[in-house]
């Protein structure tokens, strides 16, 4: 809109400032505009000059878009150009079906029985690197256009997150952070760079935790199978009840029970973290396999891409806490006078809960105690590993 000062400003812009001061003072001169009431606001001219000018360089321009990301954009909503996730259409490269395996090797995706026929011919095929591919994928669309003025989105508007076309830049998105949409996408390239090499790195170390405790379950187990601490416990308890005889015969059962919970407890525990890691592992595994892909195909978004790195950015700023519980002894009391009390001759303290937990809060229950942390901020033993990550970051800073 023309001000009669001479300056332009949108008529959005027009109406708020009237709205909230009842006066329209020009941001440029700091003229006053002399309006008095609504309706003169629809009486201002349009600055056709600016209007024309917008026009006569879209239609002049070379429509040359996207040139780093082949022409194709990322969207969902066409309003908003948001993610859009339908089931998995990539198709395999020996059989056109659906595709579930990818590698990293061949750089090629499979579905599960063509990728096993492949990677089972010889040895150094088998030792390829096979990653699940997510089950959704993002829809590949033409570049979107303006629903208003049926023009190409050429811009991006950060401060409300969507994408515009030259007139809504210049109309109604003046005094906002606007990006050309081809340039943002590049300098977002390198932010999913960086994601994605902290992301291996946080991957690597879930894996190495994992197999960690891997270990300490299968040792846990053979040496319960080897030699079982609490057979001695077990012995004493049988010898105590055979000589109180049939009353105490539900008792010693009762007992039997509590130690074999107990001997099973560290093991479930240890399981149930080791779940709850190939979980994570999973999860994490997915979104840098989905990433790896966009960024071999050079395929970039911004909303979506704006979603990724905030999906990626909440993993990344997870810490795992990893807690051992302190081990309490397993103790038993007899009783020497147990026929006047048969009922209360055996007192026991036998712990059944879970020896390990893991989770990704550090406020743990006053009987456990931190045994590690497992994220890119962690301290424990991953001095050498961080400082690899931020040679690596500074590399691709400056590269």
Same mark, same amino acid.
């Given at each position: 809109?023309?001000?009669?000062?001479?300056?332009?400003?949108?008529?959005?812009?027009?109406?708020?400032?009237?709205?909230?001061?009842?006066?329209?003072?020009?941001?440029?001169?700091?003229?006053?505009?002399?309006?008095?009431?609504?309706?003169?606001?629809?009486?201002?001219?349009?600055?056709?000059?600016?209007?024309?000018?917008?026009?006569?360089?879209?239609?002049?321009?070379?429509?040359?878009?996207?040139?780093?990301?082949?022409?194709?954009?990322?969207?969902?909503?066409?309003?908003?150009?948001?993610?859009?996730?339908?089931?998995?259409?990539?198709?395999?490269?020996?059989?056109?079906?659906?595709?579930? &395996?990818? /590698? *990293?090797?061949?750089?090629?995706?499979? %579905? @599960?029985?063509?990728?096993?026929?492949? $990677?089972?011919?010889? !040895?150094?095929?088998?030792?390829?690197?096979?990653?699940?591919?997510?089950?959704?994928?993002?829809?590949?669309?033409?570049?979107?256009?303006?629903?208003?003025?049926?023009?190409?989105?050429?811009?991006?508007? &950060?401060? /409300? *997150?969507?994408?515009?076309?030259?007139? %809504? @830049?210049?109309?109604?998105?003046?005094? $906002?952070?606007?990006? !050309?949409?081809?340039?943002?996408?590049?300098?977002?390239?390198?932010?999913?760079?960086?994601?994605?090499?902290?992301?291996?790195?946080?991957?690597?170390?879930?894996?190495?935790?994992?197999?960690?405790?891997?270990?300490?379950?299968?040792?846990?187990?053979?040496?319960?199978?080897?030699?079982?601490?609490?057979?001695?416990?077990?012995?004493?308890?049988?010898?105590?009840?055979?000589?109180?005889?049939?009353?105490?015969?539900?008792?010693?059962?009762?007992?039997?029970?509590?130690?074999?919970?107990?001997?099973?407890?560290?093991?479930?525990?240890?399981?149930?973290?080791?779940?709850?890691?190939?979980?994570?592992?999973?999860?994490?595994?997915?979104?840098?396999?989905?990433?790896?892909?966009?960024?071999?195909?050079?395929?970039?978004?911004?909303?979506?891409?704006?979603?990724?790195?905030?999906?990626?950015?909440?993993?990344?700023?997870?810490?795992?806490?990893?807690?051992?519980?302190?081990?309490?002894?397993?103790?038993?009391?007899?009783?020497?006078?147990?026929?006047?009390?048969?009922?209360?001759?055996?007192?026991?303290?036998?712990?059944?809960?879970?020896?390990?937990?893991?989770?990704?809060?550090?406020?743990?229950?006053?009987?456990?105690?931190?045994?590690?942390?497992?994220?890119?901020?962690?301290?424990?033993?991953?001095?050498?590993?961080?400082?690899?990550?931020?040679?690596?970051?500074?590399?691709?800073?400056?590269?």
């Amino acid at each position: 809109m023309l001000l009669v000062c001479g300056h332009d400003m949108c008529r959005h812009c027009i109406k708020y400032l009237y709205k909230k001061n009842k006066q329209v003072i020009c941001k440029v001169c700091q003229a006053d505009c002399m309006i008095k009431c609504d309706d003169e606001i629809s009486n201002i001219p349009i600055h056709y000059f600016i209007v024309g000018k917008v026009w006569y360089s879209t239609y002049k321009r070379q429509r040359k878009i996207y040139q780093d990301i082949s022409n194709i954009r990322m969207t969902t909503f066409p309003s908003k150009s948001s993610i859009k996730t339908k089931e998995n259409c990539q198709n395999c490269q020996n059989c056109q079906k659906y595709a579930a &395996i990818f /590698c *990293e090797q061949c750089d090629e995706a499979y %579905c @599960a029985d063509c990728s096993q026929e492949i $990677h089972m011919e010889n !040895h150094i095929m088998s030792q390829h690197d096979l990653n699940k591919l997510d089950i959704s994928h993002l829809e590949l669309l033409q570049a979107s256009k303006c629903d208003l003025h049926l023009k190409i989105n050429d811009f991006i508007c &950060i401060t /409300c *997150e969507t994408e515009l076309c030259p007139v %809504c @830049a210049v109309e109604n998105h003046r005094h $906002h952070d606007v990006h !050309h949409l081809e340039k943002y996408n590049i300098s977002q390239a390198q932010r999913l760079n960086e994601y994605s090499l902290k992301g291996d790195i946080l991957l690597n170390r879930l894996k190495h935790y994992r197999d960690k405790f891997n270990e300490k379950v299968q040792k846990h187990r053979c040496s319960n199978f080897k030699k079982n601490k609490n057979e001695q416990n077990k012995k004493d308890i049988s010898t105590y009840v055979s000589s109180v005889i049939g009353t105490l015969q539900c008792l010693e059962q009762r007992f039997f029970s509590m130690i074999d919970q107990a001997e099973q407890s560290s093991s479930k525990s240890m399981t149930h973290v080791v779940g709850q890691l190939n979980s994570f592992v999973d999860d994490l595994q997915s979104k840098l396999n989905l990433l790896n892909v966009l960024l071999k195909t050079n395929n970039y978004s911004s909303i979506a891409m704006l979603d990724h790195i905030a999906g990626i950015e909440r993993m990344l700023d997870t810490t795992y806490y990893l807690a051992k519980k302190n081990k309490a002894k397993s103790s038993i009391t007899f009783d020497e006078n147990i026929y006047a009390t048969v009922q209360r001759s055996v007192l026991f303290d036998i712990d059944t809960s879970d020896r390990y937990v893991l989770g990704c809060s550090p406020d743990l229950l006053p009987e456990y105690t931190l045994s590690a942390t497992i994220g890119l901020n962690s301290d424990d033993n991953n001095g050498k590993r961080n400082s690899t990550l931020s040679l690596l970051c500074q590399q691709i800073n400056h590269g």
